[in-house]
């Protein structure tokens, strides 16, 4: 994205490949241990090749369970047609967002400078061709026009009507790994929008990182 606003940042997480081995493992009332513990910088732990074999079973015969007991916290800021997207992977996830009927300062605003022109294909969303298109009074006129209306002493859950999809918003976004596989594995694609695809590729970054084995069965290609 140019304008660059958005970002993904990690918060907090849950458990690691060696959960989701042990969630396994318990039905048979057995344990498994990291195989070995790397240097400080990489992964949390290496697993031994049957632990590895395990995690790919699972992911592929859709043993969900095991992936549920890790979960991760993320912040993310990102423009509001990207949250609208976003928000409507709900099983497994938890969203808190900013709400303008509270917030009433200054919005900021996406703004691409180039802007890609409509694809033949119109499930691609968007083809690689761009034009230049400036957009910054209209951005410009929207922000006065918001803060007269806060001047006139309108409340800020009406006045936040004039403002545009292209409005930055942030939540923070729980949920298990399994969840945020279904999240990247559809929005990493290229058919979701571009915008889009940027947050979910973030996400995809930060449980790789955090999840490798995990990860890497359930993330489709
Ligand atoms: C490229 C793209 C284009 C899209 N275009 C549109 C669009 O034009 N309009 C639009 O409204 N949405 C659109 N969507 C959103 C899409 O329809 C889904 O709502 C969204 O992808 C969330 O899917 P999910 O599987 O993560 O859903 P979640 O709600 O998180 O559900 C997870 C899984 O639980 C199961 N599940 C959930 N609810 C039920 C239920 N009620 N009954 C049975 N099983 C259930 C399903 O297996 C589902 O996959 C689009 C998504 C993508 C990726």
């Known amino acids: 994205m140019d304008g660059e606003l958005h970002s993904v940042t990690y918060v907090d997480h849950m458990g690691s490949d060696l959960t989701v081995v042990n969630a396994a493992r318990v039905s048979f009332a057995k344990e498994s241990e990291w195989d070995a513990i790397p240097e400080v910088g990489e992964s949390e732990g290496i697993l031994n090749y049957e632990d590895e074999r395990l995690i790919s079973y699972l992911a ?13 916290q993320f912040h993310i800021k990102a423009p509001v047609f990207v949250a609208r997207q976003l928000v409507k992977h709900q099983v497994g996830l938890v969203w808190n967002e900013v709400s ?3 917030v ?3 919005p900021e605003f996406y703004e691409p400078i180039e802007w890609r022109l409509a694809a033949e294909n119109k499930k691609q969303g968007s083809s690689d061709e761009t034009i230049l298109h400036d957009i910054s009074d209209l951005h410009r006129m929207c922000k006065d026009a918001y803060t007269e209306m806060l001047e006139e002493g309108i409340a800020p859950e009406m006045a936040r009507m004039i403002l545009p999809q292209s409005m930055m918003t942030e939540w923070y ?3 298990t790994l399994y969840a945020f596989a279904r999240v990247c594995n559809l929005r990493c ?5 571009v915008e889009t695809q940027m947050i979910a590729k973030g996400i995809d970054t930060h ?3 955090i999840f490798p ?5 359930l993330r489709d290609g």
Do not use: L, M, T, V
């Open 104 to 106: 009433d300062n200054e």
């Open 213 to 217: 084995y995990s990860w890497e069965a």
């Open 173 to 175: 976004w729980s949920g």
């Open 100 to 102: 303008r009927r509270y």
């Open 60 to 72: 592929k015969h859709d043993h969900w369970s095991p992936f549920g007991h890790c979960s991760i």
């Open 207 to 209: 449980c790789k990182e």
């Open 189 to 193: 694609k290229p058919d979701a929008q």
